[in-house]
């Protein structure tokens, strides 16, 4: 009997020890060593781009095209995802008559941060600068700002700066002074933890910068700015119904109309709060 012969009963025989293992041929040992090479090496097409994989489709056999494919379709839908999530990445100057186009009616399930701002006011410039970092850092967020008389006339400086946050076409946060903004030390990680509250981004801080230090004069400080915010935009708020849309509000354009209507209503409501 050949003990090397391949037959069931030999292999029966050497699973309980009566014959001793069959010898494997020197052929039998290089395809096996070729094959564990192949499958340990990595595909040369998952380092690819998309553009280098249909430029090489002509080198892969008809194994490697179908998992090549798979691999295509993968990267299409990782690339589709970070096209999503990378959007904007900017801070974007825009004119009063485009803030209902680009903020309130942004695209769905988009949050945008606005910042009314007047260059002449220091705490503006300092939030636009914190503003144009975290607009790099959280590009799936929309962050714009405007000069805040393009948007309302005769918007008072005791206002500014103004951050509003948005979701679909809804209020969601407003920030309204210096005070309320954060104070004139503000830095970049407190305005990131604000806007995050907000719902606008999603922080990886652990815990607010700023301490809570919020007591009952902020608090009062912070409700009286508020009101007089309010209270300037009432005479314009309140313009006659018989008054044509586009002059309600001191102004040719209906977008400006539309943004002091909204303003004027959410200052009040949160002067209430």
């Known amino acids: 009997m050949d003990p090397n ?24 040992i290089e395809e096996m060593v070729l094959r564990l090479q192949k499958e340990a090496e990595v595909k040369p097409y998952e380092k690819m781009s998309l553009e280098q994989l249909k430029e090489a489709e ?7 095209m179908k998992a090549m494919e798979m691999y295509r379709k993968q990267r299409l839908k990782e690339l589709k995802s970070l096209q ?25 399930d988009v949050w945008v941060v606005i910042h009314l701002y007047q260059s002449r006011v220091p705490m503006c410039s300092l939030i636009n600068r914190h503003l144009s970092l975290l607009a790099q850092k959280f590009p799936e967020t929309k962050f714009v700002k ?11 400086d005791s206002c500014l700066p103004t951050l509003f946050v948005y979701e679909n076409g809804q209020i969601k946060g407003k920030y309204l002074g210096v005070t309320e903004c954060g104070g004139t030390k503000l830095t970049v990680e407190e305005l990131e933890w604000k806007l995050a509250e907000a719902g606008a981004l999603k922080t990886d801080l652990e ?12 608090s009062s400080i912070r409700n ?9 935009l009432m005479p314009f708020y309140q313009a006659p119904s018989s008054t044509p849309a586009s002059q309600q509000f001191h102004s040719t354009s209906p977008d400006k109309g539309i943004i002091l209507q909204e303003l004027s209503t959410s200052f009040l409501q949160h002067s209430l709060e």
Not at 5 to 28: M, R
């Open 5 to 28: 012969e391949d037959t069931e009963w030999n292999d029966i025989l050497q699973d309980f020890g009566i014959l001793p293992p069959k010898e494997v041929v020197k052929d039998e």
């Open 58 to 64: 002509d080198d892969f056999d008809e194994e490697d």
């Open 84 to 108: 999503k999530r990378q959007r904007y990445g900017e801070l974007k100057e825009i004119a009063g008559e485009q803030y209902v186009k680009e903020v309130a009616n942004a695209p769905k």
């Open 146 to 156: 405007a000069v805040a008389s393009s948007c309302i006339e005769n918007y008072h």
């Open 207 to 218: 815990e607010n910068p700023k301490k809570d230090l919020v007591d009952m004069m902020t």
């Open 224 to 232: 009286a700015s508020i009101l007089q915010c309010a209270l300037e």
